[in-house]
T-cell receptor, first 109, second 113 residues
């Protein structure tokens, strides 16, 4: 079967750095997405990785290792507005998005 | 202009009723989805339409039926609503090609009493 694993919840301090991990087992791989979802709102796109390595976009970076079936989202200089759920999703061989359950990130002052 | 819009945003109804949720996208995308997000926040794909053709249909009850009058619209009709149908329903539109990014609508919070 297809499976996406990520921690259910994480807590971090304002101004700090946090890394949210995602491991996947899917039938084929055509890329990995990270989405951010604030409570009561729709998910919004953060990043897309299809090649191994680190993609940096401002305070957010996303890393992929295809051989390990592993990705992480790195958030730097955390702000209170970063409190949200972060969803990992993999595009499988049929170009269908397989979603993880999301990681709820709580930022404390 | 809103890229993906859904109506209504909130829907409260009694068990046994029939209701519809509308979705429209102005992005020109060929593929649209309906998702259900329950209280555990897990995003579950319900249906996908590509150029008005149903291409995936997860194991959802046949009380749920997607209807696509044209490429820009994918409506969700639900018959005989049950308590367990209470959830947030998201419509999404997807770009074509290798970079399949999805754009989500604002969601419809359905509460069945």
């Amino acid at each position: 079967g297809q499976n996406i694993d990520q921690p259910t919840e994480m807590t971090a301090t304002e101004g700090a750095i946090v890394q949210i991990n995602c491991t996947y087992q899917t039938s084929g791989f055509n890329g990995l997405f990270w989405y951010q979802q604030h409570a009561g709102e729709a998910p919004t796109f953060l990043s897309y990785n299809v090649l191994d390595g680190l993609e940096e976009k401002g305070r957010f970076s996303s890393f992929l290792s295809r051989s390990k079936g592993y990705s992480y989202l790195l958030l730097k200089e955390l702000q209170m507005k970063d409190s949200a759920s972060y969803l990992c999703a993999v595009l499988d061989s049929n170009y269908q998005l397989i979603w993880g359950a999301g990681t709820k990130l709580i930022i404390k002052p | 202009d809103t890229a993906v819009s859904q109506t209504p945003k909130y829907l409260v109804t009694q068990m046994g009723n029939d209701k519809s949720i509308k979705c429209e996208q102005n992005l020109g995308h060929d593929t649209m989805y309906w998702y259900k997000q329950d209280s555990k926040k897990f995003l579950k794909i319900m249906f996908s339409y590509n150029n008005k053709e149903l291409i995936i249909n997860e194991t959802v009850p046949n009380r749920f039926s997607p209807k696509s009058p044209d490429k820009a619209h994918l409506n969700l009709h639900i018959n005989s609503l049950e308590l367990g149908d209470s959830a947030v329903y998201f419509c999404a539109s997807q770009t074509s090609g290798v970079y399949n990014e999805q754009f989500f609508g604002p969601g419809t919070r359905l509460t069945v009493l």
